[in-house]
Nanobody
Framework: QVQLVESGGGLVQAGASLRLSCAASGRTISSYIMGWFRQAPGKERELVSAITRSGATTYYADSVRGRFTMSRDNAKNTVYLQMNSLKPEDTAVYYC?????????????????WGQGTQVTVSS
C-alpha cells in the first residue's frame, strides 16, 4: 500500500507558475503509473496528466497541454507537476494518484491510491 502526499499548492495571479510535488512512501513509485487529477467546485474530478513507469510517455488533457509538464524521479520516490501560465480556470484541488494497471487509464475508477489533495487558486 503506497501513501501519497501532495504539496506546492497556493494562491497565485494569472500567468504565474507553480510546481506541485507528490511524495510517496511505503512502496516505490516505479511500480505504478502515476497521475494528477483535479476537481473544481461543482465539477467532477478530471484527469490532468499521467506518466508511465519509466517516464517515457506522458498524457495531458487538452486544457493543459503546452502549459503543464508532468515528470517523475523514481530515485526520490516523487512525481511533479510543473504548471505554467496559470489561468483562473485552473483553480481546483489537485490530487496525486497511482494505479497498478499495466496501461495508462483515464477513468477515475481505474486509479487505486490517492493523496489528500492540494489547493491551487488562480486569481485574475
Amino acid at each position: 500500500q503506497v501513501q501519497l502526499v501532495e504539496s506546492g499548492g497556493g494562491l497565485v495571479q494569472a500567468g504565474a507558475s507553480l510546481r506541485l510535488s507528490c511524495a510517496a512512501s511505503g512502496r516505490t513509485i516505479s511500480s505504478y503509473i502515476m497521475g494528477w487529477f483535479r476537481q473544481a467546485p461543482g465539477k467532477e474530478r478530471e484527469l490532468v496528466s499521467a506518466i508511465t513507469r519509466s517516464g517515457a510517455t506522458t498524457y495531458y488533457a487538452d486544457s493543459v497541454r503546452g502549459r503543464f509538464t508532468m515528470s517523475r524521479d523514481n530515485a526520490k520516490n516523487t512525481v511533479y507537476l510543473q504548471m505554467n501560465s496559470l489561468k483562473p480556470e485552473d483553480t481546483a484541488v489537485y490530487y496525486c494518484t497511482a494505479t497498478t494497471r499495466s496501461f495508462m487509464p483515464r477513468d477515475i475508477s481505474q486509479y487505486d491510491y490517492w493523496g489528500q489533495g492540494t489547493q491551487v487558486t488562480v486569481s485574475s
